[in-house]
């Protein structure tokens, strides 16, 4: 547990929430900000700042319980579709450095979350090789 942390005290209780489920290991609350009903936010109950320092065990409960709340989602709040996401970093604009998985419910042309300001070029195949090459470089 981080002390200067909302989401820690969330967790603990200290801070206010509308709470939709907990387990052991994951808690997940109503994010303060509705741009569609329904937008939830899932976290570990353990002080991590983002995916990079997530354990197996953890992890493993993190994605069941993102699965569980994005059923409830889809289910209860009008949607056309769903996003997930989770950003690390001030350039990613992470509000909160404790590791917290959005499930947002969406709207055609709701423009939430916009991947690309244009359109990129594609990466031809040589390019993306030496990509994967490189990262697999780093999972050894």
């Known amino acids: 547990m981080s002390e200067g942390c909302v989401f820690c005290g969330i967790v603990r209780g ?3 929430a509308s709470v939709v489920w907990q387990d052991d290991l994951t808690v997940a609350f109503l994010d ?3 741009f569609h009903a329904g937008h939830t936010l899932v976290i570990p109950r353990l002080h991590l700042c983002d995916v990079r320092e997530l354990d197996d065990t953890t992890g493993a409960a993190l994605m069941a319980s993102v699965a569980r709340i994005t059923r409830a ?3 209860g709040f009008p949607n056309q579709g769903l996003s997930l996401w989770h950003s690390i970093g001030e350039a990613a604009d992470q509000e909160v450095p404790h590791l917290h998985i959005h499930v947002h419910p969406r ?3 709701d423009h939430l979350l916009q991947i690309y300001p244009s359109a990129p070029p594609p990466a031809d195949k040589p390019l993306r090789d030496k990509y994967a090459d490189r990262l697999r470089s780093y999972l050894v």
């Open 32 to 34: 303060r900000r509705q």
């Open 107 to 109: 709207m055609l042309d």
């Open 14 to 16: 200290r801070e206010p």
């Open 73 to 75: 989602v889809a289910a």
